[in-house]
Antibody
Framework: EVQLVESGGGLVNPGGSLRLSCVASGFTFSSVWMSWVRQAPGMGLVWVGRVNRKIDGGTTDYAAPVKDRFTISRDDSKNTLFLQMDSLKIEDTAIYYC???????????WGQGTLVTVSS | DIVMTQSPDSLAVSLGERATINCKSSQSVLYSSDNKNYLAWYQHKPGQPPQLLIYWASTRESGVPDRFSGSASGTDFTLTISSLQAEDVAVYYCHQYYSSPLTFGGGTKVEIK
């Protein structure tokens, strides 16, 4: 059974940092592209960024609002995806979903999400 | 960036009736090398993560009821629920995975009339 379990969300002050983790199981983690998608309260889905497979270069790609503040990385030995969030802004408040591209699209399966609240 | 425009924002349909959701991309998401539209539909119920319904614009994901169907005409895409059931109440999103940044439509909330 495919599972993505996020952790690390919480309350943080503006300007602060937070690191989200996503542990994957039920598929070969190293073989898939992984993305983060967020949903602000009452709003729609917004792609945050992605990391491709090591064999594809392990390169990352980000949405403009988070570029230069957020960093996505992966540890294939631990089946874990990370999202390092720095210089957080109030508008980064959202549920953050870890997603996996399992062969159909880049975003086939979603974790349950973890809530990040940026507030003073 | 490819902008995905969904309509309507919300719709209320009677049980057993048809629901139709539209999505328009600001540019083609058809990849010429495989002749596939890189367009997906997701269902998002409150308190749950989104679930993939349709990919390649018209291919139903495994386990998705056949009352859900997708179609494409150029840059216009449609998700149809042929006979609305109570469990279909949700927000539906279209999504293009043709090019980065990946983008989603604004969502369509489907309710029971």
């Amino acid at each position: 059974e495919v599972q993505l379990v996020e952790s690390g969300g919480g309350l943080v002050n503006p300007g602060g940092s937070l690191r989200l983790s996503c542990v994957a199981s039920g598929f070969t983690f190293s073989s898939v592209w992984m993305s983060w998608v967020r949903q602000a309260p009452g709003m729609g889905l917004v792609w945050v960024g992605r990391v491709n497979r090591k064999i594809d270069g392990g390169t990352t790609d980000y949405a403009a609002p988070v570029k230069d503040r957020f960093t996505i990385s992966r540890d294939d030995s631990k089946n874990t995806l990370f999202l390092q969030m720095d210089s957080l802004k109030i508008e980064d408040t959202a549920i953050y979903y870890c997603t996996a591209g399992l062969g159909k699209t880049e975003i086939d399966f979603w974790g349950q999400g973890t809530l990040v609240t940026v507030s003073s | 960036d490819i902008v995905m425009t969904q309509s309507p924002d919300s719709l209320a349909v009677s049980l057993g009736e048809r629901a139709t959701i539209n999505c328009k991309s600001s540019q083609s998401v058809l990849y010429s090398s495989d002749n596939k539209n890189y367009l997906a539909w997701y269902q998002h119920k409150p308190g749950q993560p989104p679930q993939l319904l349709i990919y390649w614009a018209s291919t139903r994901e495994s386990g998705v009821p056949d009352r859900f169907s997708g179609s494409a005409s150029g840059t216009d895409f449609t998700l149809t629920i042929s006979s609305l059931q109570a469990e279909d109440v949700a927000v539906y999103y279209c999504h293009q995975y043709y090019s980065s940044p990946l983008t989603f439509g604004g969502g369509t909330k489907v309710e029971i009339k």
